[in-house]
């Protein structure tokens, strides 16, 4: 028997996109991807709470980098 499969809210969805934007961008600025993910999930809170102020992936990433 098959799991249905979960369905995100567009928030969520929008909040996943900009992550990986995010993701793009650290590591533009000299990160490995997996340094970049690893980064993100550890400071998940901080990326949310940008993303909800409203900065821009690469805003975010050269705050992250700072």
Known sequence: MAKKKE??????????????????WLVKGGATVEQAQ????????????????????EEAAKEALA
């Open 38 to 57: 690893d980064h993100i999930e550890e400071q998940i809170e901080w990326f949310t709470d940008q993303f909800y102020d409203g900065l821009t992936p």
């Open 7 to 24: 369905e995100l809210d567009p928030e969520t969805l929008e909040l996943i996109h900009w992550c990986i934007e995010v993701e793009g």
